[in-house]
């Protein structure tokens, strides 16, 4: 198995594709720390077994690992690349059931506005944050403000909080126009 790695905007975090469907269509998990991921998933605990992973990112069809400040890419690459070619060879899960996202109760009258919101955010939005490695996650809609999630390497971008508030806040204003502000949520 040949698994290609690709730098993101966030230097402590390394973008690892497999070439085949880690989550897919089922959404995207993000373990802030090894106490996260608490039986959630085999593939991320194996990851966190390897001393300097300090965060991982379960996407579409990549996996995104952020280190530690102490460790170094050099040293922490091949035993990522180790780990993940046994998961995948062995086929085991990748998460367990249940591991699913939770978002915040949608108001029967604001359904529509919601449904609106997350059409752009998965037609021009997550497919650019994607591609830097990591993911943005819908977490609820109240009174005008939207309320989002940064994963993966887009998590510890110095940039991300510019993204949400000069990209997505301007561009969810101008096509949804009850949208009043975009706050960020961890």
């Excluded at 373990?31 to 959630?40: C, E, K, S, W």
């Excluded at 050099?74 to 996202?101: K, N, P, Y």
């Amino acid at each position: 198995m040949f698994i290609e790695t690709e730098g993101t905007p966030n230097p402590a975090t390394l973008k690892f594709l497999p070439g085949r469907t880690v989550m897919g269509d089922i959404g995207t998990i993000d373990f802030i720390d090894a106490d996260a991921v608490a039986g959630r998933s085999p593939l991320a605990e194996a990851l966190f077994a390897i001393p300097g992973v300090a965060r991982v990112f379960l996407g579409n069809d990549f996996v995104s690992i952020t280190k530690t400040d102490e460790t170094d890419w050099a040293e922490l690459r091949g035993q990522v690349l180790s780990v993940l070619t046994d998961h995948f060879v062995a086929g085991h899960s990748i998460v367990s059931e249940g591991a699913a996202v939770l978002e915040d109760a949608i108001a029967p009258e604001d359904a529509e506005i919601v449904v609106q919101i997350k059409e752009l955010l998965d037609t021009r939005v997550r497919p650019a944050v994607a591609a830097d490695g990591g993911d943005i996650v819908f977490r609820g809609y109240r009174n005008g403000i939207v309320r989002l999630t940064m994963q993966g390497a887009c998590s510890g971008c110095p940039s991300s909080r510019a993204t949400l508030k000069h990209g997505v806040e301007n561009m969810l204003r101008h096509y949804v126009p009850e949208v009043v502000s975009v706050e960020q949520v961890d």
